[in-house]
């Protein structure tokens, strides 16, 4: 006979399971990301402009000196729903790089100044070199980080999670890591070259710490003050949202068809509904 699980095993082993990858996570030594309010969490979420481009601000000044992003190219800098460059600001800022191409007509590999349809070139002209320069840690790519980034977030809260439709573990993780450094605690050893950081697995990392206060210069706004404060935390927070558009540009637009798609569900199967009830209206103990 074979052994079919009913509904409340399958249930006990979910939860046992769950049980077991928080366990996990913990032990990797990683402290849990607090969770932050961001303007594309939630079934109407949207990026907000000027984040976007406070991100990216802080993405070009400081981690493309060190971290790749191979799959967007500069012209999806003007694309709708992004940071809302135009055309003309992106041809210019393509302008300030140089990308190999070829090979021409003598078979010569060269190098041009970068157009729009270009991919964002890496700082580094391979992985290895990327390591060599960075205590053996290649940066990794930044093209879909944000979302290749998650943690357990165990019982239960992926319960929860269903209803409220939290997705953003992978930008509270990268926000977290940035303000994460701090001293070691006593007895433990950083190895040289290497760093503390609280949200980091294993708490030893590779990346010295990319901010300081004040380091970028935000827009000011009408009244003279920066758009949003200069600091690590909200430098954070803002490149964290600047890759998640990155990962997920389109992020908007799935919302809004889910969004359409469930309301037709929910009327299909109300017409589904009536349709039974008229077609086996005439079967007795049917109605
Ligand atoms: C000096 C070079 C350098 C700069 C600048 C830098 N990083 Fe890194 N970053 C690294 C290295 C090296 C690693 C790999 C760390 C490791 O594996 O130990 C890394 C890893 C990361 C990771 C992945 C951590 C993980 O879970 O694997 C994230 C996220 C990250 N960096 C974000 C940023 C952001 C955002 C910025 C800009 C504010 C930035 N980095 C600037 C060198 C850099």
Request: with cysteine; proline share 7%.
């Amino acid at each position: 006979m074979t052994y079919i699980p009913s509904f409340a095993s399958r249930i006990a082993v979910a939860v046992i399971a769950s049980f077991m990858g928080a366990s996990v996570a913990l032990a990797s030594g990683a402290a849990v990301p607090p969770r932050n309010d961001w303007s594309f969490a939630g079934p109407f979420g949207k990026f907000d402009e000027t984040q976007l481009q406070r991100g990216f601000k802080v993405f070009h000044e400081v981690c493309s000196n060190c971290h790749s992003m191979n799959k967007l190219a500069f012209r999806t800098l003007a694309q709708e729903g992004g940071p809302g460059f135009s055309e003309e600001q992106v041809r210019a800022l393509a302008a300030t790089y140089k990308v190999k191409d070829g090979p021409n007509d003598n078979g010569d590999y060269f190098e041009r100044a970068a157009r729009p349809a270009d991919f964002w070139p890496s700082p580094f002209a391979n992985k290895q070199a990327a390591a060599a320069a960075n205590g053996g840690a290649a940066p990794p790519d930044f093209s879909v980080i944000a979302k290749a980034r998650t943690y357990e977030r165990g019982f239960p809260w992926f319960v929860f999670d269903i209803f409220t439709q939290f997705q953003e573990q992978g930008v509270d993780y990268i926000s977290a890591l940035l303000h994460g450094y701090e001293e070691a605690p006593a007895g433990f050893t950083v190895p040289d070259g290497k760093y503390y950081n609280h949200y980091f697995p294993g708490n030893v990392i590779a990346m010295p710490p990319p901010l300081l206060d004040g380091q970028v210069s935000y827009e000011k706004g009408a009244d003279g003050k920066p758009q949003a404060p200069e600091t690590v935390v909200q430098y954070g927070k803002d490149v964290a949202a600047f890759l998640m558009w990155v990962a997920e540009p389109h992020l908007e637009k799935r919302k809004e068809i889910a969004f359409k798609v469930l309301v037709f569900l929910l009327v299909f199967a109300g017409l589904l509904y009536f349709t039974k009830k008229k077609i086996w209206s005439d079967v007795a103990g049917h109605a």
